[in-house]
């Protein structure tokens, strides 16, 4: 088997638990390689519904192993938890089965004070998840985070937690006239969770590379998506890591050799999250019928807030295709445009009189441009049982028709549904 990268092509929440959650068994390991439980990732089993924010989809598997690489941030209660919440719906978690990265950072409360501080104040809101995501990243590049490794050794905690804290109760105290956070406690919390967690800390990067050696297989679980990215998302009202494909080296140890596909997933509209530009988004009451639309509705998982809505922008998957390197795109969600009178796809913009068909990094095209949109003919009736590509409304063929003819290559799976079972294969994905 191949090793596969899979990465959302929009600003996050295109499906890709669902996804993962199908191609699983056909890989032996599954690698978080960015992010941190910022993420929610569904994945529907029958009646069971299960949302994972740091723990890779593919635990849902038995016999799989799973990997919280070096990129991603822990915050180690909510790792715990999410354990805990797993093993009380009888799904096995145990140090065989999920192993973490010594190089993982560990998020802190100061981190989400930091933030809550940043996003509360007159300028700059990104509209964060408020997890400590961006400022963990920022301790990290700053050369003075705490990785999972040293809650393993006391003096190494102390020394860190302590050089930490001079610093941040400084600014917290003196700055914002609040309270210092307190050293003893934090500091044993911590090297609890240490000792908890303590089996599950490895050096992950060398069991990927020896598992490589067996020919062993790995997936790679990208969390938000390629406009969200740090590079080449909307900055700055992006997430703190690289959720491009890119990532999944750096963010595991895996050199890119070994890479031998990457698939993106694009849901047949738009939605996102937080501050931050989006051509094509719907500002009436026809966003509040995409959000509602559906068993599952677009509400964030990880913070419930509801999602703005728009048109599909192939503006902006073009970008994702180029920067990722995707060569297998899966559709998702296609069965919630049943929902509508009518489709808009959006498939270049105008700014400056200028025809776009590439995005370009000044962030005024992104907020002046006006999206172009072709209008195309929903349909009626439910799409979720339908198995084959020529079994469906011919309006949806349209739809997927176009869109593939403008980003000149085929659609290889639609998900019509939250359901494991809800897709329509067109080829296969590896
Ligand atoms: P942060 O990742 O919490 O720092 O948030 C930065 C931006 O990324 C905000 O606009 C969030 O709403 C967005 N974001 C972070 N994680 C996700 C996700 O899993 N899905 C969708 N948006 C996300």
Redesign the pocket.
Known sequence: MPNVVVIGTQ???EGKGKIIDIITPYFDFVVRFQ?GN???HTVIIGKETFTLHLIPSGILHPGKELIIGNGVVIDPPALIAEMEGLRKRGIEVNPDNLHISKGAHVIFPYHKLS?KIREEGSIGR??????G??PCYMDKAARVGVRMVDLLYPEVLERKLKRNLEEINLIFTKIYGGEPIEFSSLYENYLNYGKLLSPYIKDTYLLLNRALEQKKSILFEG???TL?DVDFGTYP????SNASAGGACTGSGVGPIHIDSVVGIMKAYTT?????PFPTEIKDELADRLRNAGPIGEY????G?PRRCGWLDLVAVKKSIMVNGINKLILTRLDILGYVDKIKVCTHYLWKGKKIEFLSEEINLWKEAVPVYEEMESWEGDISRVKKFEELPIQAQKYVERIEKELGRKISLISVGPGREEVIQREPIF
Do not use: F, H, P
């Not at 009202?237 to 703190?240: A, D, F, K, N, R």
């Not at 964030?300 to 913070?303: E, K, Y």
């Open positions: 600003w996050g929440d992010g910022n993420a929610g933030e990104i509209g964060t998840t408020r997890r995501i961006g969390a938000q998506g969200l009202y992006v997430t703190s996102r999250v937080g501050e931050g964030g998982r990880s913070t807030r």
